[in-house]
């Protein structure tokens, strides 16, 4: 049983920077990738930024790249989402999941039904 708590979130000015912190508990979280995902008010979840295992690849939406980017202290099982230049289209709330995956997978996955656990999500919110 993989736990995985969101911190960070908060509300900001547009244009100011967050760091969001992904903590995972069980499991061996250097086999894990994982993923960023966020959802505003009527909106599907969509996808934002995924690390695969030991750092190897990095995906990103195109409304993030360039602006967000994601990293991992396997040392500390944490995974940041550094997110600069917010936007007012940027709020919502973002989550973070995991997938266990063997060795030789190194894929950054941007689909969220391939992850198998969640986290309960942390609000971010930007004001014009």
């Known amino acids: 049983q993989v736990q995985l708590i969101e911190s960070g979130g908060g509300l900001v000015q547009a244009g100011d920077s967050l760091r969001l912190s992904c903590a995972a508990s069980g499991g061996t979280f250097s086999r894990y990738t994982i993923g960023w995902f966020r959802q505003a008010p009527g909106k599907e979840r969509e996808f934002v930024a995924a690390?695969?295992?030991?750092?190897?690849?990095?995906a990103y939406s195109d409304s993030v790249k360039g602006r967000f980017t994601i990293s991992r202290d396997d040392s500390k099982k944490t995974v940041y989402l550094q997110m600069n230049s917010l936007k007012p289209e940027d709020t919502a709330i973002y989550y973070c999941a995991s997938k266990a995956v063997i060795l030789s997978n190194s894929v950054a996955f941007s689909e969220s039904g391939m992850y198998d656990y969640w986290g309960q999500g942390t609000q971010v919110t930007v004001s014009s």
């Open positions: 690390i695969s295992r030991s750092a190897i690849n990095r």
